[in-house]
């Protein structure tokens, strides 16, 4: 008896030991949740690869709107022209449902994908496990015949991805779950009886969540459920303590702030606030832009033309912005059914792989300065590491001289444009600033060709 009494002691004052070494234990509250630190890496690399495949890609089709939302736009009669679209272009017992044999994943390469998604600079990705339509892209046991192993790809596409980035690259792997299902019966009767029942998230919605996590164990769960449902429907913060706490990600693991109605820009590890959120200031927590390449839509739209797509320098000008004012940016390409990533989503993350390969240091691993942007020039804006600042310059000045009101400099300051050798001239502006002769580089010497970056050393307020 005497040796069952101290192995229990052994054991319980081993569970203290493992509680206090790990810190403290998150209650299913708000305001235990949303003490937890932010895992480190998560700041550190600024940009992510937001991938939106599924059923959806197989219309592809986008009317003013984005694709993604086929099925409710058509079925629920949310937007006309998707229900003429398919009132003209196939017969009428069409069901979404026979859209998935068409989602045939036939060019998917998993590993060219993570090293596309690995060029464009990014450090983390995050794929759809789940949208709103409920088809799952890896063998969800309670997705019965309603996932990509037993319709179209027959193929575990959230496994082959994960192994993909997980062997072939040093990203973070991250998962989009959507926690609606808008067309799911059991969805419409617990919204019916006003979020009092919840078999939907009992038998469905959580099962997954929590399927996903074992399964991928994912570095980041990016979930969306931010309208209609509160969070004490979804069991929200339930799933984030034993995440937090429990889970097999319990340390490194980030998450977003879309886990109920009315949760985000206040709840949750970081703030993504609306879609492609651009704040004024910087905000109080880590926050993510969460934009798209093709302006329109977050799935592939076949009837997209060039001048939806973000040309170079208007992504790079979201990104800078985006650093200088402390978020992430997530960018999102779509691919097409068969798995192909069009040409135009593959040379927009090159070019920003370019880009980033000269001027990481400005970028990763920084802060936001004193000051975002300059107030004598549009266009330029900074970001700061140890006490180096940087100054992200947009347009290059018409005269040759550009002329900051934010850097005060010292008779120790030096200018360098990353990517070029030798040290820009520059003059202490009477009424404070600085103002910065650009020399006339020969444009084959020019680091590169949007989006050049100063470094100042020796502020006086760095
Ligand atoms: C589904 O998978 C989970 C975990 O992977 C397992 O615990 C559960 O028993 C499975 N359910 C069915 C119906 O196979
Ligand atoms: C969300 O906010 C709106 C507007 O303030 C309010 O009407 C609604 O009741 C809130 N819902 C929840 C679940 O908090
Ligand atoms: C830049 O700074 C000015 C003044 O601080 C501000 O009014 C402006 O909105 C900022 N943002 C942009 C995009 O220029
Ligand atoms: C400039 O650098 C020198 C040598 O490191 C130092 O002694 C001096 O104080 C610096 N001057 C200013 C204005 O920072």
Redesign the pocket.
Known sequence: MGGIGSCCFGFCLLVVLIGISSGIRYQPTWESIDSRPLPAWYDHGKLGIFIHWGVFSVPSAGFNSQSEWFWTYWRQEKLPAYVNFMKNNYRPDFTYADFARDFTAEFFDPNAWAELFQSSGADYIVFTSKHGEGFTNWPSNISFNWNSMEVGPQRDLVGELMTAIRTKTNLHFGLYHCLYEWLNPLYINDKANNWKTYDFVRTKAMPALYEIVNKYQPDIVWSDGDYE????YWGSTEFLAWLYNDSPVKDIVVTNDRW???DTCKHGGYWTCKDRYMPTKVPPKKWENTMTIDKGSWGFRRNANLEDYLTIEELLAIFIQTVSLGGNMLMNVGPQKDGVIAPIFEERLRQVGAWMGVNGEAIRGTNPWTTQNDTMVPDTWYTKKDSTVYALVLTWPSNGVLSLSAPMPTSNTTVNMIGYSGQFEWQKRSGGGIDIMFPNIPIDKLPVKYAWVLTLSNLENA
């Open positions: 449902a509160p969070d004490t109920g109605m009315n």
